[in-house]
């Protein structure tokens, strides 16, 4: 089993930035990705945005260039640091952790994200 308590969350305005934290905890050793998926108001869970053990890192396209992910493996810890926000970026942040056996994800609690215009 993995936990993952996610942070950082908040309300910022356009063109400001935030960080999201993602840490996880039990079996972390069979953790390979980790990322987040975004939940717009009315809107169903899309990704956007993961990385692998190794470092590896892949985004959705609507965040080039504004987002960037990284790992710190010691820390068994995900940042998800968000640039030029955009209203349209507003939504609830969900981690989650895909492990080597890509059987299943874990989620995080979610972190609300608020870009006022």
């Known amino acids: 089993q993995v936990q993952l308590a996610e942070s950082g969350g908040g309300l910022v305005q356009a063109g400001g930035s935030l960080r999201l934290s993602c840490a996880a905890s039990?079996?972390?050793?069979?953790?390979?990705?980790m990322g987040w998926y975004h939940q717009a108001p009315g809107n169903e869970r899309e990704w956007v945005a993961n990385?692998?053990?190794?470092?590896?890192?892949n985004y959705t396209d609507s965040v080039k260039g504004r987002f960037t992910i990284s790992r710190d493996n010691a820390k068994h810890t995900a940042y998800l640091q968000m640039d030029s926000l955009k209203p349209e970026d507003t939504g609830v942040y969900f981690c989650?952790?895909?492990?080597?056996?890509?059987?299943?994800?874990?989620w995080g609690q979610g972190t609300q994200v608020t870009v006022s215009s």
């Open positions: 989650y952790a895909e492990l080597f056996t890509a059987v299943r994800l874990y």
């Open positions: 039990g079996a972390v050793h069979s953790i390979n990705k």
């Open positions: 990385i692998t053990i190794r470092g590896l890192t």
